[in-house]
């Protein structure tokens, strides 16, 4: 759209832009606390490698910033034959939450025909708002709401084998 198309377009259409920005910044704020918005700051990823050892494992993968997280990519890989089911808990106040149950396929991400498992989809989290680009976004609070942790929970992985998932975002 050039600058005289604009200009020819009635004005509360060319202030509506205007209006919308104003609005999401104010609800940042109101989400927020504060008069300021707080933008994505600290760009994190996290790494959990689950090596076999023969029992079922548990292991907090986040502990969100103090004013919140932002994750914008789960993947995983594994090296054994087997597949293996994840759980990715959100822990608040004590109380184990469930947010997914997925399958990591045998061999994912450790030979050239079995690509690393991409777990943040649609299928895993049919709930999820999409942020820019249609990215699914999972968001967490930090120490200065209710101070979530995120656990990732699997079967026994096998000796000598390891599941490795990382989840790639940003602290507010």
């Given at each position: 759209m ?6 020819q377009?009635?004005?509360?259409r060319r202030?509506?832009?205007?209006i ?7 609800l940042?704020?109101?989400?927020t ?20 050892n023969g ?8 502990t ?9 990519a ?12 994840v759980?990715l808990i959100?822990?608040?106040s004590?109380?184990?939450q ?20 991409s ?5 895993n ?7 820019q ?5 999972l968001?967490f609070e930090?120490?200065?709401g209710?101070?979530d ?13 390891t ?7 940003a602290?507010?």
């Open positions: 050039t600058v005289l198309d604009r200009l377009m009635p004005r509360h202030t509506a832009g205007w919308v920005g104003a609005l999401i910044a104010v940042i704020a109101a989400w606390g504060t008069s300021t918005p707080v933008l994505l700051q600290q760009p994190r990823v996290y790494i959990l490698t689950i090596a076999g029992s079922t494992t548990t292991s907090n993968v986040v969100p910033g103090a004013n919140g997280s932002l994750i914008n789960i993947g995983c890989t594994n090296t054994d034959t087997a597949a293996y089911t759980q959100r822990i608040r004590a109380t184990n469930v947010m997914a149950t997925f399958s990591v396929p045998a061999s994912s991400g450790n030979t050239t025909s079995a690509l690393r498992y777990a943040l989809t649609a299928t989290f049919p709930d999820l708002p999409t942020g680009g249609q990215t699914l976004q968001i930090g120490s200065n209710a101070a942790t995120v656990e990732f929970t699997t079967s026994a992985v096998t000796s000598g084998k599941l490795t998932c990382f989840l790639q975002g602290d507010f």
